[in-house]
């Protein structure tokens, strides 16, 4: 448990996209699930997310969390919106979902919603310490998940003791 999974480690220290199967993720045709928020990792994500879905001719479906914590939804909204105009402008169909709770068990109950056959999100690469004290989505959903994950990192994020390019 102190060390994790090979796959956790690379979740937190490689700077390409990793996808994560497990050897009895169902098989599903559905759409692609894409984690969204404000933050740079989560548009690589969408990004990635929307590439994907297009090669693919799959569905983009977009879920946006919103902790137990009150928050503005016009703002949540914004994001959700943003995102599908993004995607709608890529020639994709899009459904989105506004969940509110635990952002791990609501990115995983939003892709068995819709049948999703692989969620795409994004991840900051905590290092060990802190993922122990904050807790890591993306090691939650790809732990939890029952279809393949993409997990992406964060655009110009620096590995300890190197200047980002």
């Not at 599903?28 to 699930?33: A, D, F, I, K, N």
């Not at 997310?49 to 503005?72: C, F, K, M, Q, Y």
């Not at 899009?94 to 795409?120: F, N, P, Q, T, Y």
């Amino acid at each position: 448990m102190l060390l994790g999974s090979v796959a956790e480690g690379l979740l937190r220290t490689v700077e390409i996209p990793v996808v994560v199967a497990h050897e009895d993720d169902e098989t599903r045709t559905g759409p692609v699930l894409v984690a969204i928020d404000r933050s740079p990792a989560a548009q690589a994500a969408l990004q990635e997310g929307s590439a994907i879905a297009r090669a693919r001719g799959n569905v983009l479906a977009l879920v946006h969390i919103v902790e137990e914590t009150p928050s503005d939804a016009s703002q949540s909204d914004a994001v959700l919106e943003e995102a599908a105009e993004l995607g709608r402008g890529q020639g994709l169909k899009v459904v989105c979902s506004l969940r509110r709770g635990d952002s791990g068990d609501e990115i995983l109950a939003a892709a068995d919603d819709v049948k999703s056959w692989m969620i795409v999100m994004g991840t900051h690469g905590r290092s060990l310490v802190p993922r122990f004290v904050l807790g890591s989505v993306a090691a939650a959903v790809v732990q939890r998940a029952r279809v393949p994950v993409a997990t992406i990192r964060r655009p110009g994020r620096a590995r300890s003791g190197q200047a980002a390019s």
